[in-house]
């Protein structure tokens, strides 16, 4: 058996040590590189496509198998799909509808938010812009409170958003949506609709002027329509409960509809409890 001295000993472990860290840091190198080719990539197809990969190597500067490594990680994401025949690549329907998404609810929410921030800072509230998208998805964009996560995602049987928006939509609107969300619905949401206690929070809501209430009056969600055919929902939240929390609510309810009559539709009533 040979012995190495305990010098080389500690040379070598040194040299195996620094050689993984230098591993470590290449494959996290290599993989903001993958994910900045990616992007190109993307922005390049979003600007020229259906563009072929050949073309894509032309105006990006890649290399062919940089490229196609690209593509491979944007169509598992979802974001790009190549066509038939020519393997051209375009945006999938998931871009296209987040960019009109966005197109659409932008206006609305320029229109909103001043007004909004203007009465919660008056009156010491929160106040939260949701918008009910394609497919039925629910997502806030904007709040007044910088420390609110309005990335969560929203129920559209079990949030208090939904109930409102819900609460000025037609029996068949309701039913398209919710059949069509069912298929990706938890259980407990699913067994929510076929119970009735979806409909029930509706006909809460609309006996209570198209406004959903939380259990304890902390904060109320104001459904709104705009000209483009879009829903939302405007939520006020009580930054501390107090007892004279729900006649707050409801008059900066009613401020938002004199404020803005073309998208607050449906007057609030004040309904003292």
């Known amino acids: 058996m040979i012995r190495l001295p305990k010098c080389n000993l500690k040379v070598l472990i040194f040299n195996i040590n620094h050689l993984e860290a230098q591993m470590v840091m290449k494959k996290e190198a290599a993989q903001i590189g993958a ?6 990539v993307l922005e390049v197809i979003l600007k020229n496509g259906p563009i072929k990969p050949a073309k894509i190597c ?25 066509q038939l025949g020519d393997r051209a690549c375009i945006a999938t329907y998931q871009f296209d509808q987040l960019a009109a998404d966005a197109n ?22 929160h106040g ?28 559209l049987v079990n949030s208090d958003i939904s109930t409102a928006i ?18 990706t ?25 198209n406004m959903a209430w ?20 405007v939520r006020l939240r009580q930054k501390y409960v107090s007892k004279t929390g729900r006649q707050t609510l409801s008059y900066v309810a009613t401020e938002l509809h004199r404020h803005l009559p073309q998208v607050f539709k449906n007057k609030p009533v004040i309904s003292p409890r």
Request: with cysteine; charged share 25%; hydrophobic share 40%.
């Open 35 to 40: 994910a900045a080719r990616a992007f190109t």
């Open 58 to 82: 032309e105006m990006t500067q890649l290399g062919r198998s940089a490229v196609h490594r690209s593509i491979h990680l944007l169509v598992e994401q979802g974001w790009v799909r190549t």
């Open 104 to 125: 659409f609810s932008q206006p609305v929410q320029d229109q909103i938010y001043p007004i909004l921030k203007e009465l919660c800072t008056a009156h010491y509230l």
């Open 128 to 155: 939260d812009i949701a918008f009910l998208f394609g497919g039925g998805i629910v997502r806030l964009v904007e709040s007044t409170d910088s420390k609110y996560d309005i990335t969560q995602p929203l129920s």
């Open 166 to 183: 819900f609460s000025i939509m037609e029996r068949e609107q309701i039913t398209r949506l919710s059949t069509i969300a069912m298929k």
């Open 185 to 209: 619905m938890e259980d407990d949401e699913k067994n929510d609709i076929i119970s009735g206690g979806l409909a029930m929070r509706i006909v809460k809501a609309r006996e209570d002027g």
């Open 214 to 233: 939380d259990y304890n009056d902390s904060y109320v969600s104001i459904p709104f329509y705009d000209k483009t055919k879009l829903y939302g929902a």
